[in-house]
């Protein structure tokens, strides 16, 4: 079974704040995504990698960085957390970067407070 | 700009068969794909269309009309785990996922 692991379930974090979400996923996919839901919207894009190193934007990369070291960790990084930045935050892996069908698998998400 | 519609809540009785529909126009179409997600989980894999026509997968069915625009999820014989949102999603010409915003489906006795 593939399995995608967040670093937190739960983060509470102060306004002007870095903030690192860590995920790891343990069967060698090439692609990771970071995404955030919030209520009344579909999952939104952040950044995406393709390998090691490599990274795109997504739909709402503002405010956030990436980082993508090793294949298996994919970490989201907030460099000065704002309160509109409260939000689910989850992460997914597929294996193969252009092929339809490919199932993305996710992690448990980490559920985010800025006060 | 590309959109994925499907309505936000429906409710159904434990036993019954529910629909819930989504709607798409989006740049390219690699496919289409259902997902489950219970209240404070991570979304998980249901169904992927790609074809016209439906898919059978035990008390779950997916249908999807490209001509249309138009995807629907089936739930038979549905029980009280059942409850959950349903996300559609479709993988549009640069591979990349357009989700809609979920169906919640409310399941009473």
């Known amino acids: 079974d593939v399995k995608v692991t967040q670093s937190s379930r739960y983060l509470v974090k102060r306004t002007g704040e870095k903030v690192f979400l860590e995920c790891v996923q343990d069967m060698d996919h090439e692609n990771m995504f970071w995404y955030r839901q919030d209520p009344g919207l579909g999952l939104r894009l952040i950044y995406f990698s393709y390998d090691v190193k490599m990274k795109e934007k997504g739909d709402i990369p503002e405010g956030y960085s990436v980082s993508r070291e090793k294949k298996e960790r994919f970490s989201l990084i907030l460099e000065s957390a704002s309160t509109n930045q409260t939000s689910m935050y989850l992460c997914?892996?597929?294996?193969?970067?252009?092929?339809?069908?490919?199932?993305?698998?996710f992690g448990p998400g980490t559920r985010l407070l800025v006060l | 700009g590309q959109n994925i519609d499907q309505p936000t809540e429906m409710t159904a009785t434990e036993g019954a068969i529910v629909q819930i529909n989504c709607t798409y126009q989006?740049?390219?179409?690699?496919?289409l794909f259902w997902y489950q997600q219970h209240a404070g989980e991570a979304p998980t894999f249901l169904s992927y269309?790609?074809l016209d026509g439906l898919e059978e997968k035990g008390r779950f069915s997916s249908f999807l009309s490209r001509s249309k625009g138009y995807s629907y999820l089936l739930l038979k014989e549905l029980q009280m785990k059942d409850s959950a949102s349903y996300l559609c999603a479709v993988m549009d010409s640069n591979y990349q996922l357009i989700w809609g915003a979920g169906t919640k489906l409310i399941i009473k006795p």
């Open positions: 997914a892996s597929t294996l193969s970067p252009d092929r339809g069908g490919e199932t993305q698998y």
């Open positions: 989006t740049s390219g179409f690699n496919g």
């Open positions: 269309n790609v």
